[in-house]
């Protein structure tokens, strides 16, 4: 079954450390997105990716970095840069299309301890 | 201009209520809305999706409205039952763009 792979489900980050979240898709889209939830919250955008090897900074990327080598795999480095990390991560994939919407992962919680 | 303003932030009804959700935007050059339910601990999923050249369209349970002169857009569930607490975010994304632009969700719970 086709789908996008987050993982790990839990992650925890020490002050000061780098962490790296991994999102993988076998779906063949072309366009690649990572949102942030805080409890209660909506879904604000990091980063998105619509071709390899080119990405461009959503509403909230100061302290995240992210990187699309390849077309299948988008991971997301949360820097120590980042002050207040801990959230719910989610990737989404997209294609063009006039009635293609997203297909989300199920997520990575972060905490810090 | 690419705002989606959700509305209410939370709602309770009991089971076999019918709880609606609205958005309002702006932008015209939106031409697909979709909405998305999120079980808690899990990434959201395509419920049902709407073209502004349609009114309404129904799958099931789950019925879009859509006033295309007014900028608005509902989601309205029909006899709702307990496994339908979650929340829902509307989206809304011009034809030109593939991002989508969400609004900030609304935790539904229905009372059993």
């Known amino acids: 079954d086709g789908g996008i792979t987050q993982s790990p489900k839990y992650l925890f980050r020490k002050e000061g450390q780098n962490v790296t979240l991994s999102c993988e898709q076998n779906?063949?889209?072309?366009?690649m997105y990572w949102y942030r939830q805080d409890p209660g919250q909506g879904l604000r955008l990091i980063y998105y990716s619509q071709i390899v090897n080119d990405f461009q900074k959503g509403d909230i990327a100061e302290g995240y970095s992210v990187s699309r080598e390849k077309k299948e795999s988008f991971p997301l480095t949360v820097t120590s840069a980042q002050k207040n990390p801990t959230a719910f991560y989610l990737c989404?994939?997209?294609?063009?299309?006039?009635?293609?919407?997203?297909?989300f992962g199920s997520g990575t919680r972060l905490t810090v301890v | 201009q690419q705002q989606v303003k959700q509305s209410p932030q939370s709602l309770i009804v009991q089971k076999g209520g019918i709880p609606i959700i609205n958005c309002a935007y702006e932008?015209?050059?939106?031409?697909?809305f979709p909405w998305y339910q999120q079980f808690p601990g899990k990434g959201p999923a395509l419920l049902i999706a709407i073209r502004p050249d349609v009114s309404e369209k129904k799958e099931g349970r789950f019925t879009i409205s859509f006033n295309k002169s007014a900028k608005q857009f509902s989601l309205h569930i029909m006899d709702s039952q307990p496994g339908d607490s979650a929340t829902y975010f509307c989206a809304a994304r011009a034809g030109s763009a593939r991002q989508l632009t969400f609004g900030s969700g609304t935790q539904l719970t229905v009372l059993p």
């Open positions: 932008n015209t050059a939106f031409d697909y």
């Open positions: 989404a994939s997209s294609t063009p299309g006039r009635s293609y919407g997203y297909t």
């Open positions: 779906l063949n889209h072309d366009a």
